[in-house]
């Protein structure tokens, strides 16, 4: 029999592959899921095209394409696949979405850059700026909370977190910056975005990830025959 968490109950569990496939409300969450990474790879294909500079893993990724001549989601998928090695010292389960983010998030990034033609004025390009950050936390938050597995680049921070006992913002804020970094020195595009998104993503998700959390129903061991029996059995007369 499973039994819903207390209410309340909004932690994120680590589950398996396995777990995964087994879990409550298995369609739901793949919807969750696919919605959620939609809009996150649409989101940095926004902050791309305003032209104020790429989220600081895009940073790189656009530094990394344009060196090998491809585009910024192919960059993006083969990234992601470096950085699930990360995950082995960190014991960070990987599972269906962290597959579906990996390949995904890269496709609509590119099919946001076809479909978003480059902002005309400074007004329009803050707008499109602002709204592709927040977009992207809430995006984000929505996937993991579908706990069917982080993304490579999620799951790192959520592993961190996890073994550093830290909430979830510091720690996207600097593996942020240090990324961006990277992406600098190569010669990647930064600009006034690019540290908003550093700054700001991971503020939104703790803010939004609790809100967004589809906790896991998990089962609980049906008492035994004895045990029911005893419950049931009068006391005893004390005389």
Not at 81 to 103: C, K, S, Y
Not at 183 to 200: K, Q
């Amino acid at each position: 029999m499973a039994v819903p968490p207390p209410a309340g109950d909004r932690t994120l569990s680590n589950l398996s592959l396995r777990d995964q496939l087994r879990v409550d409300r298995l369609p739901l969450r793949l919807l969750q899921m696919l919605v959620g990474l939609t809009g996150f790879g649409f989101s940095l294909a926004m902050l791309l095209r305003s032209g104020l500079g790429g989220a600081p893993w895009d940073v790189l990724h656009a530094a990394l394409a344009e060196r090998a001549g491809l585009t910024v989601g192919t960059l993006s998928i083969a990234v992601s696949f470096v950085v699930l090695l990360l995950w082995i010292p960190l014991r960070e389960q990987a599972g269906i979405g962290t597959v579906a983010n990996a390949i995904w998030v890269g496709v609509s990034i590119d099919l946001g850059m076809l479909v978003l033609p480059p902002v005309q004025g400074l007004p329009m390009a803050l707008l499109l700026m602002i709204v592709g950050v927040l977009v992207n936390g809430v995006s984000a938050a929505i996937y993991i909370g579908a706990q069917l597995g982080p993304g490579a680049r999620d799951g790192l921070m959520t592993g961190l977190a996890r073994r550093l006992r830290r909430p979830v913002g510091p720690v996207r804020i600097c593996l942020e910056v240090l990324v961006l970094a990277i992406g600098w020195g190569l010669g990647g595009p930064v600009g006034v975005g690019t540290l908003l998104y550093a700054v700001g993503l991971g503020p939104v998700i703790q803010l939004a990830l609790p809100r967004v959390i589809m906790p896991v129903r998990r089962p609980v061991r049906a008492p035994s025959a004895h045990r029911d029996a005893a419950a049931t059995e009068p006391p005893a007369d004390p005389a």
